[in-house]
């Protein structure tokens, strides 16, 4: 069913530029951006995973935190980043390689705001357990840690929108879900990070099962950056969700272990198909042979992958419509889809405090931008707990009109403390999509759509 990744030099969308520059990731080459761009640094921690993100106000969020001993690599990447602390920190699942860095980096004095990680610890093997590197993970955060469960949110910035879709095998959306625990791999903790128009996917190890349960939900569609799942194994990136995702670009957090033999170059089989092609990078080139396989060198940030040198900053610049990944001596600018272009019906505004009855009060106001009238038969709002507000009785909306839709006791609300509506069109596709934190009675809540 899974496929995979793509050769080496596939930039893919239009407006791409490579450029050849000296990648400078200390605190001169980001403090002019800091305060305009959102920054993604795939940490080379060689065969294990963690993905340190710099949000336009400086907060930070550390999603996993490499192997035991990795905490020293994280630690002078925070340093080039500018930034001494961890805001929030996520454990995808319960595998070292993916917690064990944390308590290097408690015990070097780094403060951690908060940590969350899905609580679910019957499912963990006494094993694991039991181990001293888990013992340190639950000492430094773990035991203090806040479960992250599936439609949950992140308030990393006011400008990025951070939210949980799927947790323990469970995605948003998906009712009276069987969670067996076989597979901790496929229990990991998936995130999609939003910044203006660009799109991160991010799915620690997961599977193809619960990929096939993303995309069955509309989850992930048509995002810009992909975090390949697994380290680039043939257990994930299934053609299917590669499809639905159709990222532009993908990058896999490797190492050149011979037991993992990682990316699989099934896996880049897979990522080849993709039509446009993503340009595909790797932190690490693999040198171990059997299944194991590798991009392009121009596309690989470590060729001698015996350091820490590999790490892969993304940049992402709202304002311009663009993001830069640099590695090395080299940084290639790539378009963000331009989804305003193909929004002709938009969010404008919420009522979610409604005076008097909620069920009957509450108001979502659209807005259609484009040149002819839009039939909104079969278009629904879905909540991130997977309520619909069906909206075939609001008839159809003009070019250049306004329509104000009152609920009338459709199953999904808006929630006064804050949530995420998305607008779907009949064939199921995220047309619009808007989060708020808070709300007041009887205020609407403008969109700026």
Known sequence: MCAMPRPPGGVRRTGVTIAVVPLLLGLSATSAVSQTTLRIYHIDVNQADATLLVSPSGNTLLIDSGDNGDGPEIKAVMDSAGVTSI??????????????GIDDLVNAG??????????????VSTTTLGSDTYEDYDDAVGADATPLR??????????????????????????????????????????????GDFRYFTGGDLFIHTEEQ????????????????????????????????????????NGNDGRYEHPRQSVLDIYATDTPQAAVFQTNKYLGGGDGG????????????????????????????????SYRDTSITFQTKDRQASRTVVIESLLPDAEGSETEGEVVTLRNEGTSAVSLADWTLVDIVGGTWDLDAAGTIASGESKSIPRNGMQMGLNNDGDHIYLLDPDRKLVDHFGYWSSSEGVNIETGH
Do not use: W
């Not at 780094?110 to 499912?123: E, F, I, L, Q, S």
């Open 110 to 123: 780094v403060t951690v705001g908060t940590a969350y990680d899905r609580a679910d610890k019957p499912y």
């Open 214 to 253: 993303v995309i069955a939900h509309d989850l992930a569609v048509d995002v810009d950056v992909y975090q390949s799942n697994h380290h680039g194994s043939e257990t994930s990136s299934c053609s299917e969700f590669m499809t639905e995702l159709d990222p532009s670009v993908i990058i896999i957090s």
């Open 150 to 195: 599936r439609r949950h949110t992140i308030e990393l910035d006011p400008d990025v929108s951070v939210v949980c879709l799927a947790h323990g095998g469970a995605v948003l959306g998906e009712v009276n879900p069987v969670v067996t625990g076989d597979e901790e791999n496929d229990m990991s903790i998936v995130l999609l990070i939003e910044y």
């Open 87 to 100: 805001d929030h920190f996520v454990c995808t699942h319960y595998h070292a390689d993916h917690y064990g």
């Open 294 to 325: 590798n991009v392009a060198d121009a596309y690989i940030a470590d060729l001698e992958p015996s350091g820490d040198e590999g790490t892969i900053l993304v940049t992402v610049d709202d304002a311009a419509g663009t993001y830069e990944v």
